[in-house]
């Protein structure tokens, strides 16, 4: 048996891969699976327009893993029935004043440095694609290929495929530790007592390092990132936007984001805090979030505001995932998604269900292997 440690999107999918492969796979989730960062995401597929100076690196698997999320939308309506809302009106990333927009001019150059297939709009291109948008915004980078899907759909849809394709969901079960034996993994510990295995994979999002019975060298250094992000109810019929929209932040919220979905739900996220396993909103957070998303589009004024959440990214020293083996043999880290969770979890799924099954590390997810924390420390005495 293949014990997943983490009913999120990542483990699910993987989870659904292997099941899928006829492997015997149990997904354990301390919860309801789906229910943490997977719920509480965005669903933005936006490696082009949150592509950020340093992260050079991911930009790759991102793009690879954008390119693989249309058919694997396609695949769970086809297989579940579940419409995961994959919507293609593409990324807009606006400036206000002026100094935003000189701004967004560096990051508009620096976008075609990485051959990025981006548009620079004037206020009035980005008003007459957005109608809606505050008559302050005087220029729009506008990137048609990063799309979005609904995430709390895509949740549902990826546990009921994972299900029909033959895994098991064990649910509200917490993992406490693995145990290893002769050096290599050997069972799971729970509440009610340890599980054979010789292969877990550690999917659990921002509770992935604290695992009892890792050894220091296997635990993944991820640790939570706060978001707190609220929704209003736009008319389904007459939504005021209908790309995605990213604008200038303040405070903690380091920049804005509105995510339309087919539904009517308009979401706006989202602060970045370093607050632990802290998930209280905060009025100072809210209040940001209103502001920053009332600045760009003020016709959100008078929508019912119908829900505020917050929830943990699982954040990795370097911003990037780890993917693939431990020095602990039969672990598997598939953890530190960061902001990019959603994006990245087809590519995390065929990647991670492949080495399981092969034993080999595929080319895409090689430089983010956990050993590359090692390196750095040695590469730096
Ligand atoms: N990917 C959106 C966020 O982290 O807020």
Redesign the pocket.
């Known amino acids: 048996m293949i014990a997943i440690i983490g009913g999120g999107i990542c483990g699910l999918g993987i989870g659904w891969r292997l099941a899928q492969a006829g492997e015997d796979v149990t997904v354990y989730d301390r919860g309801v699976a789906g229910m943490e960062a997977t719920w509480a995401?965005?669903g933005?597929l936006a490696p082009q327009a949150e592509a950020e100076h340093g992260e050079e690196a991911l930009l790759p698997l991102a793009l690879e893993s954008r390119a693989m999320w249309k058919e694997f939308a396609a695949e769970l309506l086809a297989v579940t029935g579940i419409d995961v809302d994959y919507r293609e009106e593409g990324t807009m990333v606006v400036g206000l004043d002026r100094d935003d927009v000189e701004h967004l001019e560096h990051r508009f150059s620096y976008f075609q440095s990485l051959g990025l297939d981006v548009q620079w709009l004037s206020g009035y291109e980005a008003r007459k694609r957005e109608p809606h948008l505050a008559r302050a915004v005087g220029g729009a980078v506008y990137s048609a290929l990063d799309h979005q899907v609904d995430n709390r759909k895509v949740a549902e849809a990826l546990r009921s495929a994972f299900v029909d394709a033959g895994g098991t969901l064990k649910e509200n079960v917490e993992i406490i530790g693995v145990a290893t034996a002769a050096g290599r993994v050997s069972a799971i510990e729970t509440a009610d007592g340890s599980i054979e295995t010789d292969t877990v994979v550690l999917a659990a999002g921002a509770w992935s390092r604290k695992l009892g019975g890792l050894p220091e060298t296997s635990r993944p250094p991820v640790r939570p990132l706060k978001?707190q992000m609220v929704a209003v109810q736009m008319e389904p019929q007459y939504p005021l936007i209908e790309s995605v929209i990213w604008g200038p932040g303040n405070g903690v919220v380091p920049s804005i984001y509105l995510a339309p979905k087919s539904n009517g739900r308009l979401i706006i996220?989202?602060t970045v805090e370093e607050m632990g396993f802290d998930i209280d909103l905060t009025a100072g957070g809210v209040m940001e979030l209103l502001k920053l998303a009332w600045d760009m589009l003020p016709g959100i004024y008078d929508l019912p505001l119908v829900e505020s959440w917050a929830g943990l990214?699982p954040a990795s020293r370097d911003d990037a995932p780890i993917l693939g083996p431990t020095p602990t043999p039969g672990l598997i880290l598939a953890t530190g998604h960061h902001?990019?969770g959603i994006l990245l979890a087809p590519l995390t799924a065929k990647a991670i269900s492949d080495f399981v099954r092969q034993g080999e590390v595929g080319s895409s997810i090689k430089p983010f292997l956990l050993d590359r924390f090692e390196k750095a420390v040695t590469a730096n005495v």
Do not use: E, L, Q, T
């Open positions: 995401a965005a933005m978001g996220g989202a990214r902001r990019n």
